[in-house]
C-alpha cells in the first residue's frame, strides 16, 4: 500500500508538485491519469525516494520512504520513466544484477530469473546482449529487472508508451497477474483507453494538484460526461494551470 | 556498507567493462606505451655509445703525417680512410660526419718543432657526430700534448714546465644512478598505464551510466550510494592494477633483453625491486581511478566524460616531466605528498635504494586518504537529484 500525504516540490522557482494526497491500495490497480508536465512522473520519482519532496509525508506498507528509504524501496518495484540498459549485458544478467542488488543468493537469482523470462515472454532473446533490442524487449527486460525481487509494490512511469500490440498486451496481462496476487499497482500514463481498461482506481493530476480521485464510474458520474475522454478533459480544464 | 553490494557492483562493473573493446585497448595501450619507449630510448643509447667509440676518420693528405696517422690507427677502434675530394661538401651533404685535413706544410713545420698545421671540416650543428668528433679531439690533443712532452723531454726540460694545469674528471655518478636518470621516466609511464587502464571503466560506469539512463532504476535498488561508487570505484581499480602490472612486466622483459650493461650501466634491479616498486606506486592505481570516477560523474555523456579524461592524463606527467628535467632530488617533505611522494620514492627504488616500511607507509596512507576523499565526493554527487535525473 502506498500512501502520500501534502506532497509538494518545486523545480527550481517553478511548483512542479503542489499537494498531492492519495492512497494506491493493495489488491487494486491505481493509475495516475493526467496531460504531459502534470507531475505525475515527480510524483512517483518522489514515492520511490529518489526526489526529496519540499513538504509532505509518503509511506510504503507503512515504512516512511523519508525517513527509511532503502527499506521502503526493497518493498517496492519500479519501472522509471526512463529505463536504460547496460548494451554489453544479456537480458538474463540484468536480472540477475537487480535480483543481486536486491539481495537475493544466487540459486534464488537464478529461479526468479527463469521464471521471469517466462512471464514476460522473453525466452527468444534471453541470453542476448542489450545492444539491438527493440523497444518491446527492452522495456521487457526492464520490468524483469525491476520486479525481481517480487515486490508487494508496483510503480510504472508509463509503461506502454510507444509499444506495439503484442508488448502492450504482455504487460496488461501481467499488471492483472499482479493485482490477483494482491499487490499494489500504481501506474501513470495519458492514455485513456489504457486507464480505462485497468484501473480500479483514478487519480487525475493536472498543474501539479489532484483534479479527481474515484473510481471510473464515479468520475463519469461527478463530470456528468458519458465518456472517460470527455470526463477527463472537463477535469483538466477545471484545474488552474498554475498555482501559487 | 554491505559489502557484497560492493562486489555486486564491482564484478558487473568488470565484466561489462572487459566486453568493451574501447576498455580493453586503452589498457593495453596504457601497459605498452612505457617499454615502447624505454626499448627506443635504451636501444638508441646503445647505438649511440657504441659507435662513438668506434671512429673512421677521413683523412686528406695523409702522405704529409704518417707518424700522426700512425699513431691514431694504433688507438682502440679508430680506423683511417681516403679523405673527400671535395670535404666541405661532403660534410654539407652529410656523406661524412668529419673530415680530417692535413696541410702541405705539416712535415716542414713539424720537423722545425713549430706548430703544424691541421684542420677539421665538421658541421656544429649536428647532434649525431658530435659524440665522435669529441673523441677525434680529444685524440688530437693527446698525440699534441705526448709529442709536445718527448720534445722537451729531448730538450732536458721537464714536460711539466709547459703543463699549467694537470686535468682530471672525476666521475661522481655511479652508473647505477646514471642508468636511473633515464629509468627516472619509468615510474611515470607506469602510473600513466594505471591512469589509462582505469579511464574506460571510470567513464563508462558514471557518465555512460548517466548517458544510458540505468543510472535511476539503479538507484531504485536498496544499494547504498556509498557501495555503488566503492563498486565502480573498485572495478576501476582492478583495471588500472591489471595495467601498470602488465606495464611492469612487459617494460622489465624489454629492459632486461637490452645489454645495458654495454653501455655502462650496472642494472642491479630485481625482482624484489619490482615488488616494492609496484608497493610504492600501488596507491596511484587507488587515486587515479578515484579522481576519474569523480570528474566523469560531472559529465552527462560518455563524450564529455573523456574530453575531462584527456586532460586528468596530463596529472601524472606534470611531476614525473618535472623530476626527469628538473632533478628536484628527494626531499623528505614530498613523501607525504600525493603523487610526488610516489615518484619520490620510485625515483629511490630505480637507483638502487629501498626505501623504509615507514616512508612507504606514510605516502601510502596519505595519498589512500585522498582517494577516498574523492570516493565520498563522488557518493554525495551521486545523492543529488541534478546528476541522477539530470540529462
Known sequence: ?244 | MNLRHVLTVCRKELSDGFRDRRALLSVLIGALISPLLMGVLFNRLAVEQRSSREISVPIIGRQYAPILVEWLEQQNGVETVEGPADPEDAVRTRKVEFVLIIAKDFPEKFRESRPAPIQIVADSTRQSGRAKLQRLRTLLTRFSAETGSLRLIARGISPGIASVLRMEDIEVSSAQQRAALIFNIFPMFLVLAAFMAGMQIATDSTAGERERGSLEPLLVTPVRRGELVAGKWAAAVVSAAVGITMSLFITSGITLSIPLEDLGFRVRFSAFDGLVLLAALFPMVLLGPAIQVYFASFAKSFKEAQSYMGLLILVPMLPGIMTAFVPLGNRPWMVPIPLLGQYSLATDIMSGRTPSVFSLLLAATSATALALFFVALTTRLFSKEKIIFGR
Open chain 1, 1 to 244: 500500500m502506498i500512501r502520500t500525504e501534502g506532497l509538494r516540490k518545486n523545480c527550481g522557482e517553478v511548483p512542479a508538485v503542489g499537494g498531492i494526497s492519495f492512497t494506491a491500495p493493495d489488491g487494486a490497480i491505481t493509475g495516475l491519469l493526467g496531460p504531459n508536465g502534470a507531475g505525475k512522473t515527480t510524483s512517483l520519482r518522489m514515492i520511490y525516494g529518489l526526489m526529496k519532496p519540499d513538504a509532505g509525508r509518503i509511506e510504503v506498507d507503512g515504512v516512511a520512504v523519508l525517513e527509511n528509504p532503502q527499506a521502503a524501496q526493497s518493498r517496492m518495484g519500479v519501472l522509471p520513466d526512463v529505463a536504460g540498459l547496460y548494451p554489453r549485458l544479456t537480458a538474463r544478467e540484468h536480472i540477475h544484477y537487480f535480483g543481486r542488488l536486491q539481495g537475493l543468493s544466487g540459486d534464488e537469482v537464478e529461479r526468479r530469473a527463469e521464471h521471469w523470462i517466462d512471464m514476460l515472454d522473453m525466452r527468444s532473446f534471453a541470453d542476448r546482449r542489450a545492444a539491438g533490442f527493440s523497444h518491446g524487449e527492452r522495456t521487457r527486460v526492464a520490468l524483469a529487472r525491476a520486479l525481481v525481487h517480487e515486490p508487494q509494490n508496483v510503480l510504472l512511469d508509463e509503461p506502454t508508451n510507444g509499444l506495439d500490440v503484442m508488448s502492450t498486451r504482455t504487460i496488461r496481462d501481467l499488471i492483472r497477474r499482479l493485482k490477483e496476487e494482491k499487490r499494489c499497482v500504481l501506474f501513470s500514463s495519458h492514455v485513456m483507453q489504457e486507464v480505462a481498461a485497468l484501473c480500479d482506481r483514478i487519480v487525475v493530476i493536472a498543474g501539479g494538484r489532484i483534479a479527481a480521485d474515484s473510481t471510473p464510474e464515479e468520475l463519469l458520474a461527478v463530470t456528468g460526461k458519458t465518456t472517460l475522454e470527455d470526463a477527463f478533459v472537463a477535469l483538466v480544464g477545471q484545474a488552474p494551470a498554475h498555482f501559487v
